[in-house]
């Protein structure tokens, strides 16, 4: 299913948008101020956004710019200002169209589904560094390659950590957003354990990957020891590895550093 976040501060409308959207088979978020529209947006997965520009505690356009920071997501504006510089306003701030009001909410949802397709292929979420593989849409975890199984409170707890990089998250703030889809809380004491069971999970398997590139390496300095190998073999061999070759001049055979 794909989920559509909607920013309008008319109640009434956003009621009525909502309807139509779940109706059509989309999973839909509505909210009325942005700086709850930018919570929903970090907890949720949201593969489109309506968006008005008039909000009670902001402007659309900054709240495009800011999600536009986090990732590529599509936004529709849907607003009463049509004026032909707040369109072009909108289209610079990063937004897929501009809608002004009133709308046909026919032609709204085919837009959406238009907007949709297109982008599916490069609105897929994955996190990746040197050492961890995220698929946010899948919900899978590697490290060092290795598939790592997580619980779903530890899965939420690491897109929390992800999605809010470089911040500092209180317990009271996780405990807040690690709501239970079955309306259980997840109390301090068990946000502590889900939190180092998630951390000694990733550092297992980067122990496990380390400790097998020092075996792995080590062997090879035996092997280089044990026999006499020319340079083009040397090379050949550091060039497969990506070992560092540290020529020694005063010795026949050639030393190996990892």
Not at 164 to 190: C, I, K, M, P
């Amino acid at each position: 299913m794909q989920y559509i976040l909607v920013v309008e501060d008319d109640y009434d409308l956003n009621q009525a948008i909502c309807y139509s959207l779940k109706k059509s088979g989309y999973g839909v978020y509505g909210v009325t101020f942005m700086e709850k529209g930018k919570q929903t947006f970090i907890e949720n997965q949201i593969d489109l956004i309506l968006l008005d520009v008039n909000l009670p505690d902001g402007e659309g356009f900054s709240f495009c710019q800011w999600v536009k920071k986090q990732r590529e997501v599509p936004v529709i504006y849907l607003t009463a200002r049509d004026m032909e510089e707040d369109a072009l306003a909108g289209y610079e701030s990063g937004a897929e169209d501009y809608v002004t009001k009133p709308f046909s909410m026919k032609i709204l949802l085919r837009k959406i589904d238009v907007i949709l397709k297109r982008t599916a292929s490069v609105n897929h979420r994955i996190f990746t560094d040197e050492n961890l593989y995220i698929d946010l849409d899948n919900a899978r975890v590697m490290v060092k390659g290795q598939e790592s199984s997580v619980t779903p409170t530890e899965y939420r707890l690491l897109c929390q950590f992800l999605m809010n990089r470089g911040q500092l998250l209180t317990y009271d703030l996780l405990l807040e957003r690690l709501w239970d889809s079955g309306g259980q809380f997840v109390d301090r004491h068990a946000l502590a354990v889900n939190i180092n069971r998630l951390r000694g999970k990733i550092e297992f398997f980067l122990r496990l990957f380390f400790r097998f590139r020092k075996l792995f390496f080590s062997r090879i300095k035996l092997s280089l020891r044990c026999f006499k190998l020319n340079r083009t073999h040397l090379n050949f061999i550091c060039s497969s590895t990506g070992i560092v070759m540290e020529k020694l001049p005063d010795k026949k055979r050639s030393e190996v550093v990892c």
